[in-house]
């Protein structure tokens, strides 16, 4: 049996969200202040039956609370229709039990099976914080703030008194949903819901021991191994736990005994005032020493040179090493945890940016052997959680394990990257193997610039620092510097491959690219050879960009081989270059010329500093370098004040003037 999915409503920004979950691990990626350390914390709340705050009510939801309690203190509505509509915080989860043996004992899950058709493989269960039973409790918390001197007032006391008391409005229920009619359903206990989910959280900020505490995972570790029975231990280690308890208790014994009679004859010597006489009990005194204790709180980690056996403290290791090896002894006691449970349970663990301190190729071998080592320390399955900010670890898992979070105005949802690659077949695999190759910043991004090679990439962030400069940004408080863009660079010929994907992820995206304009001639055997010409000569265009935005424009097929001419291109409006959360950018005609790439474009409006002509035509732009990466360096090192093309400057207004949150 596994967990298969998480409902969460009502909680922070989590307003109505669906979480699908791996059978091993599910990765949660996205930018900052998208809930997913909420995700976790409203999880680790209600397995640990702990109540939520007034903090953890949604703020648009507040108001229809207020109005709500508000109706029922004025007696207007009834306690039965203010707890109905009402709506609580709550989570849901589902759980499939297809691939178990229909004669197995399901163990923890029993009791929440509640449908008795043999068919039903799934289980679901429904945590609700929800308003207490009590009408008398609940008049008697808010009479006071709603009613003074007698008279129903409605003020900021009535708030607070909600906010105080919140915690006592509302409690944690249990229930057992049949998953076929969600409203026949059974009430059950927090124990039960807490021994079908073992769950541990590795919290982003983890103690490393740099401040001279002690290494509470070593010592917990540590303690195990006094406390397990043989048969519990792990075989490989269990001969060298016998040996470390044999010597614990035979020396406990020994310091026992010789400390009880020396300290004996000091107190009996030290003792007067004819008290003991011989026929009274004599003095003696009985120490309590436990070598183990000492061994569980005062044992470190320490770092030892090969033969000369020279060592160093914990503290002296690298933060990155630290926060692996602390990581590893956790999930080794978490797993010696759960191995009590067996297969009656489905243990859940939570790890928040597991990459803290850790270099890139720490953090891609974490992610790429986790599962590994997981199942090389436990032979019961544990369903990991992830969070990240890092590219190397996102870059690592397949698209199948990965959910984004998107932020709207209506709250936080999370999106199975796994749903995208079915619906969109045809280019996944070059998506894949591109974020992969290149560890695209693309999941924590706000927006996205695509460019088609070293130059734009080289010269884009200082253009972009021009714009601002000059007032371009002026109409967004947050100027397009301060937003969290990202610059990949993709080429014509590949950048629409990526248009379905940004647009699933909803993430604002400018592309610019090259017109790429081109004539063609028949050759010998009849086929057509195109070759690039400048603009005014050109007849259509050999990017692949630009024709698949033009033929979705014009509600054409993808396949469509028909020759799309180059004044049909030139032509197109802002509009008509605007799909969605994407726009489209390439040279236009400026001064009477355009240039069909970046070079030819900035040539055309910085004709002084390339001591071009006024009277000049468009053969005279053409770009001629062997190398575009010394062209935008050179560019960028001797010319401070060069002029932008109009159409990258165009572009960045539009993306800067975008709204993330819709």
């Known amino acids: 049996m596994q967990l298969s999915k998480i409902k969460i409503k009502n909680y922070r920004l989590l307003i109505d969200a669906e979480l699908e979950v791996e059978p091993k691990t599910t990765l949660i990626v996205g930018r900052n202040n998208t809930a997913k350390t909420s995700c976790f914390e409203c999880i680790g709340n209600v397995l640990d039956g702990a109540p939520f705050s007034f903090n953890d009510y949604p703020l648009q939801k507040r108001e229809n609370l207020y109005t709500k309690i508000a109706l029922f203190m004025e007696k207007k509505i009834t306690f039965e229709e203010l707890a109905k509509q009402l709506e609580p915080i709550s989570i849901e989860f589902l759980v499939d ?27 679901l269960i429904r945590v609700e914080f929800r308003l207490k039973t009590d009408e008398k409790a609940l008049w008697k918390l808010l009479e006071e703030s709603y009613y003074k001197d007698g008279v129903f007032t409605l003020d900021d006391d009535t708030h607070n008194a909600i906010v105080a008391n919140f915690y006592k409005l509302f409690e944690l229920t249990v229930y057992a949903v049949n998953p076929k009619i969600p409203e026949e359903k059974q009430v059950k206990k927090h124990k039960e819901l807490k021994e079908l989910f073992p769950f541990h959280i590795i919290p982003a900020e983890r103690l490393l021991g740099e401040d001279g505490t002690q290494n509470s995972s070593l010592s917990a570790l540590i303690s195990d191994f006094f406390d397990m029975s043989e048969d519990e231990l792990d075989p490989s280690i269990t001969k060298k736990v016998k040996e470390l308890r044999s010597i614990v208790e035979n020396a406990n014994k020994s310091v026992q005994q010789q400390s009880n009679e020396i300290l004996s004859t000091l107190v009996s010597s030290s003792v007067g005032f004819g008290y003991p006489n011989s026929e009274e009990l004599q003095l003696g005194v009985t120490t309590q020493l436990s070598i183990d204790e000492q061994i569980k709180n005062q044992t470190q980690l320490s770092y030892t040179a090969g033969a000369s056996k020279e060592s160093l403290p914990s503290k002296y290791n690298g933060l990155g090493y630290k926060n692996l090896i602390k990581m590893e002894f956790l999930l080794a006691a978490f797993a010696k945890k759960v191995e009590k449970c067996g297969t009656a349970c489905i243990p859940l663990l939570f790890i928040e940016e597991p990459e803290s301190h850790m270099h890139p190729q720490m953090q891609h071998a974490f992610a790429e052997y986790l599962e590994a080592f997981l199942g090389k320390i436990t032979s019961v399955g544990i369903q990991t959680f992830l969070t990240s900010h890092s590219a190397h670890v996102a870059n690592t898992m397949v698209f199948s394990k990965i959910r984004y979070t998107q932020k709207t105005k209506d709250g936080v949802t999370y999106k199975n990257l796994s749903t995208f690659a079915q619906e969109n077949p045809t280019h996944i695999d070059f998506i894949r193997k591109y974020l992969t190759l290149t560890k695209c910043d693309l999941f924590f991004s706000d927006k996205a610039i695509f460019v088609e090679g070293a130059s734009e990439r080289l010269l884009l962030p200082d253009m972009i620092e021009k714009c601002a400069k000059a007032g371009d940004f002026d109409s967004q408080a947050y100027k397009l510097p301060a937003q969290y863009y990202t610059l990949i660079e993709i080429g014509g010929a590949y ?3 990526f248009i379905p994907f940004i647009e699933f992820l909803g993430i604002p995206c400018l592309i610019l690219t090259d017109l790429d304009s081109v004539l063609g001639t028949e050759g010998k055997n009849g086929r057509t050879y195109y070759k690039s010409v400048p603009v005014y000569l050109g007849e259509t265009t050999s990017n692949e960009t630009i024709k698949w935005w033009w033929r979705k424009s ?35 005609k400026e001064q009477g010329l355009c240039g069909h790439s970046l070079e030819e474009a900035i ?20 770009f001629s370098g062997k190398s575009k990466t010394d062209f935008a360096l050179d560019l960028v090192y001797e ?21 993330i949150l819709e």
């Not at 229909?102 to 043999?118: H, Q, T």
């Not at 040539?603 to 053409?622: F, G, P, Q, S």
């Not at 010319?639 to 572009?651: E, H, R, V």
């Open 97 to 123: 039990y297809s691939l178990d043996d229909p004669e197995d004992n399901l163990g923890a899950l029993s009791p929440f099976i509640i449908d008795v058709d043999v068919d039903t493989t799934t289980a």
């Open 495 to 497: 950048a629409y491959k």
């Open 603 to 622: 040539r055309n409006v910085n004709r002084a500093h390339y001591e071009l002509e006024d009277t000049i035509t468009e053969d005279d732009i053409e």
């Open 554 to 588: 014009k509600g054409l097929s993808e396949d469509d081989k028909g020759k799309i001419p180059i004044t049909e291109i030139t032509s197109m409006t802002a509009d008509e270059k605007t799909k969605g959360k994407c726009h489209l950018e390439f040279q236009t």
């Open 639 to 659: 010319c401070d004040d060069y002029t932008i093309p109009a159409y990258i400057k165009s572009g960045l207004k539009w993306l800067n003037e975008q709204k």
